[in-house]
């Protein structure tokens, strides 16, 4: 022991004795408070994490005065408790604060080492058995709809490549009434989250109108899982009206004036035609300003045929939807953390690894920046995980636990040979951006095919077909 701590072992243990005299130092004795508080912190510098009866045992004190010490040394922020060694562990554990830093840097070190990257075709191959498309791993029923519709809610794709070229392609013997019940329930619901080009005064888009169309972008979201809609809805101004049609904005003004009502109730209030009614709707719809309680509102108005009572659904006009009609709108969040931090998992979900490639095709309305900040914050808690996962891409990637797992034991897979098909507007239509290939347009009705995760072949549309015949 040297001399400066005589006086601080004397206050600690008053009956001690030494073997050999120590000199004198003209210094003050701490009080025993201080000293243990000096001797803690002298510990908890070289010892890690460790619990206060560890502690107690080992300096052969009392478990109420170790206690006590560490409470004082927490409240003047030199140390931290919590469990860091073993999660599992019942019992706090407490370590210094800088030695907790360098352990969490290097164990975050360690973890991204730990990952081999796989390449961009063995990634679409993974990513197509995760988002349900690969044949094997269909969802089924109305609970594997929902899974399918919380895994790719916030993608806006046309109103009409939904059910028949999207849900169809991963839910088993898909049932468009299954749609229906989740909104039907309050489960699901649906609309355009993206601006309209009309309602973006300062891209020189003033005088442009709202054309009502379906391929009109919309998109799910889970109504107990929508926080991140908070930082991805465009808000309007409530007398902005700019782009509508006359008969949309009475329509519109209706519904803010009276609530949700039905398509009956909304005819006799504006007191128009129901054709023209529908076609309101429809525009509506198309600017993002309203949706409705089920999904058939909006099946019935994308169905030409149905709208004009021809075909099969001529006994199932618009008007005769189940479900109200009413404003879509979220409230803008004042802390937008949660909003980010609620993107970021809703990207997680869809995508299992998130790169910023990877996002080109979202329409999220967020910086790179605020995402990967909060990206990041997730891997600080452990969470996620940050590495190299997929080789060709710079910048920072980070991925799911179970993602990362999978992901490393589909590289032990060989060539299948298996061919998929995908729609151009699913979200796997990654060519261009994943895969080498000229990028596919994400329109309606045109598919291409996956061979291993390479592009084997793009089928084109019988308007392209047509074109094609014609120059010839």
Avoid at 200 to 211: A, D, F
Avoid at 272 to 299: C, H, P, Q, Y
């Amino acid at each position: 022991m040297t001399a400066e701590r005589k006086k601080l072992a004397a206050s600690i243990f008053p009956a001690a004795s030494f073997d050999s005299s120590i000199a004198e130092i003209d210094q003050a004795a701490p009080t025993r408070e201080d000293a243990l508080s000096a001797l803690l912190t002298g510990w908890l510098q070289h010892s890690g994490p460790v619990h206060a009866r560890v502690l107690a045992r080992l300096l052969n004190l009392t478990d109420s005065e170790i206690h006590n010490s560490l409470l004082r040394i927490e409240a003047a922020g030199a140390i931290l408790r919590g469990h860091f060694a073993d999660v599992r562990s019942d019992g706090i554990e407490w370590c210094e604060r800088r030695l907790l830093s360098r352990i969490h840097r290097l164990t975050v070190g360690k973890l991204r080492k730990e990952i081999e990257p796989v390449t961009a075709a063995q990634f679409m191959r993974w990513l197509a058995r995760w988002q349900h498309v690969a044949p094997g791993t269909l969802a089924l029923g109305e609970r594997g709809t929902l899974e399918v519709l919380r895994q790719l809610q916030g993608y806006e794709a046309p109103a009409n490549s939904w059910e028949s070229e999207i849900l169809k392609r991963r839910v088993a013997n898909y049932d468009p009434a299954a749609l229906d019940n989740l909104c039907l329930r309050g489960v699901v619901g649906w609309g355009r989250l993206s601006p309209h080009p009309a309602m973006l005064h300062e891209q020189g888009e003033r005088g442009r109108r709202i054309v009502p169309s379906s391929v009109a972008p919309i998109t799910f979201f889970v109504r107990d899982d929508a926080d991140w809609m908070a930082c991805r809805r465009h808000h309007f101004a409530s007398e902005d009206q700019s782009g509508l049609s006359r008969g949309a904005k009475e329509v519109l003004n209706w519904l803010r004036s009276r609530g949700a009502l039905f398509f009956a109730d909304i005819v006799r209030g504006t007191r128009r035609l129901k054709s023209e009614v529908e076609a309101d709707l429809w525009e509506l719809v198309a600017a993002g300003m309203i949706t409705a309680d089920g999904f058939d509102n909006l099946r019935a108005l994308i169905d030409p045929k149905r709208r004009s009572g021809q075909g099969r659904g001529r006994t199932l006009r618009p008007r005769d939807s189940g479900g109200r009609w009413s404003l879509l709108f979220t409230d803008k969040a004042d802390d937008r953390a949660p909003a980010v931090e609620s993107t970021c998992r809703m990207l997680l979900g869809r995508y299992g690894i998130v790169f910023r490639e990877l996002l080109t095709r979202e329409s999220i309305q967020l910086p790179w920046r605020e995402v990967l900040i909060a990206l990041r914050r997730l891997e600080d808690r452990g969470e996620i995980r940050g590495g190299r996962f997929v080789s060709g891409f710079l910048g920072e990637q980070f991925a799911l636990p179970v993602a990362a797992d999978s992901l490393r034991a589909s590289r032990s897979l060989g060539p299948t040979q298996e061919v998929i098909q995908i729609a151009a507007a699913d979200p796997l239509n990654l060519v261009g951006i994943i895969v080498p290939g000229e990028r596919i347009p994400a329109n309606s009705g045109r598919t291409f095919d996956l061979r291993d995760g390479v592009v084997a072949e793009a089928i084109p549309t019988p308007l392209e077909n047509l074109g094609a015949a014609r120059a010839g």
